[in-house]
Nanobody
Framework: QVQLVESGGGLVQAGGSLRLSCAAS????????MGWFRQAPGKERELIAA????????YYADSVKGRFTISRDNAKNTVYLQMNNLKPEHTAVYYC???????????????WGQGTQVTVSS
């Protein structure tokens, strides 16, 4: 079993940056593909970035390409999401999740963190 804890969210002005972290418990972190999802009020949860077990493969939603970067450190059991040039429409709760398959589908993710709020003011 994997437990995930996100951190790094907060309030930032438009144009600013945040770095989210997701710390995983257990010794099997490197066995899981990791994803960052976000859910804005009244909207469905959507995958914005994913990274494979080794970090050699990444995926980004079109809406964040060139602006967000996902990375992982398997030695530290942590996955990161660097978010630059943030806009008010990026305001949402951000979740990290772990999956045995490399997928963009929330249902294929087995473990979820509790989420961290990101609020971008204009």
């Amino acid at each position: 079993q994997v437990q995930l804890v996100e951190s790094g969210g907060g309030l930032v002005q438009a144009g600013g940056s945040l770095r989210l972290s997701c710390a995983a418990s257990g010794r099997t972190f490197s066995s899981y593909n990791m994803g960052w999802f976000r859910q804005a009020p009244g909207k469905e949860r959507e995958l914005i970035a994913a990274i494979s077990r080794s970090g050699g493969r990444t995926y980004y939603a079109d809406s964040v390409k060139g602006r967000f970067t996902i990375s992982r450190d398997n030695a530290k059991n942590t996955v990161y999401l660097q978010m630059n040039n943030l806009k008010p429409e990026h305001t949402a709760v951000y979740y990290c999740a772990a999956a045995l398959v490399f997928s963009s589908t929330p249902l294929q993710y087995d473990y979820w963190g509790q989420g961290t709020q990101v609020t971008v003011s204009s």
